[in-house]
């Protein structure tokens, strides 16, 4: 498998998930298993059943989980030295010139890619056409609803 890149709140984030389902939902899925089993006939037991396919998932979510962490590439962006180019895990400051609105992005790996929070996976079409950009530079960039253009205001590692 090859590496993930991931920026270190990412990785924070993996971890933290990864500690509450071995420390929080294992323990409670195995209880509620142990409850449903004391209920006697297994056959018909709707809450054994529902339990054993939450025990399969978060078993299966912690397997993906350390596979994902142990095969992962943490970049922390505070420690790039970029020369202001746009690379992984660098925040950016764009304005669409057609509607004069400003965004900013931060370029990140795909599984921590999250747009409501501004979180652009590095395999977007808008991150690819980044990569590799200053400040200052006009970009166009196509998009679900067609080119456009943006000019990059500000690049941070942060």
Same mark, same amino acid.
């Given at each position: ?51 054993r396919e939450r025990q399969a998932f978060?078993? /299966?979510?912690?397997?993906? %989980? $350390?596979?994902?962490? +142990?095969?992962?590439? &943490? ?5 790039? !030295?970029? =020369?202001?180019?746009?690379?992984? /895990?660098?925040?950016?400051? %764009? $304005?669409?010139?057609? +509607?004069?609105?400003? &965004? ?5 790996? !795909?599984? =921590? ?37 943006f000019e990059i205001h500000e690049v941070?590692?942060?």
């Amino acid at each position: 498998m090859a590496s993930l890149p991931l920026t270190v709140a990412g990785a924070k984030r993996l971890n933290e998930e990864l500690a509450r389902l071995k420390s929080v939902e294992r323990p409670a899925v195995i209880e509620a298993i142990a409850e449903a089993r004391a209920q006697g006939d297994l056959s018909e037991n709707a809450e054994y059943e529902a339990a054993r396919e939450r025990q399969a998932f978060i078993e /299966g979510r912690i397997k993906e %989980l $350390e596979g994902t962490i +142990s095969n992962a590439q &943490v970049i922390d962006p505070t420690t790039l !030295d970029a =020369e202001g180019r746009i690379v992984f /895990g660098a925040t950016v400051k %764009l $304005e669409d010139l057609e +509607s004069g609105e400003v &965004v900013q992005y931060q370029i990140v790996g !795909d599984l =921590e890619a999250d747009i409501k929070q501004n979180l652009i996976s590095i395999s977007s079409p808008v991150a690819r056409g980044l990569i590799g950009k200053s400040e200052g530079d006009v970009v166009v960039i196509r998009v679900p609803s067609g080119d456009r253009e943006f000019e990059i205001h500000e690049v941070l590692y942060i």
